[in-house]
């Protein structure tokens, strides 16, 4: 999908290939629709390239000793897993203030919701 442009971002993380298929959001985009993206680093500054008006947020752990619990937590991570994790995510927390237009902390769901709603409800010359 890649190759074939159909994909409007992509990343590899954890040896994984990760991606948007075109398809499922160009439609909505040119039928006035708002589309988000869960998506890291590395598909931000790709979306950040081909749409320079979208708006970024970085959603991101208060610390990354929170994250190890929160991981831990899940019960679904090896230790080798989250170390991967943590190391990532550890370089992208540090990356993302450099490209994304709002860092959200979550250190409480409905605050960092609040947040983030607050955000989207600014108008577009706020941001």
Request: aromatic content about 6%; proline content about 6%; hydrophobic content about 40%.
């Amino acid at each position: 999908m890649r190759s074939e442009g159909a994909v409007l971002e992509w990343a590899e993380y954890g040896g994984n290939l990760y991606g948007t298929p075109s398809t499922e959001v160009l439609p909505l985009l040119d039928a006035g629709h708002d589309v988000l993206l869960d998506i890291e680093n590395e598909g931000a500054k790709q979306i950040r390239s081909s749409y320079p008006e979208a708006l970024l947020i970085f959603i991101r752990p208060p610390d990354l000793e929170e994250l190890a619990h929160r991981l831990a937590g899940r019960g679904d991570t090896s230790k080798e897993d989250m170390a991967m994790r943590l190391a990532v995510a550890d370089a992208q927390m540090t990356e993302a203030p450099r490209f994304y237009d709002h860092i959200v902390v979550n250190e409480d769901l409905a605050g960092a919701i609040g947040q983030v709603l607050d955000i989207l409800n600014k108008p577009a010359a706020d941001q």
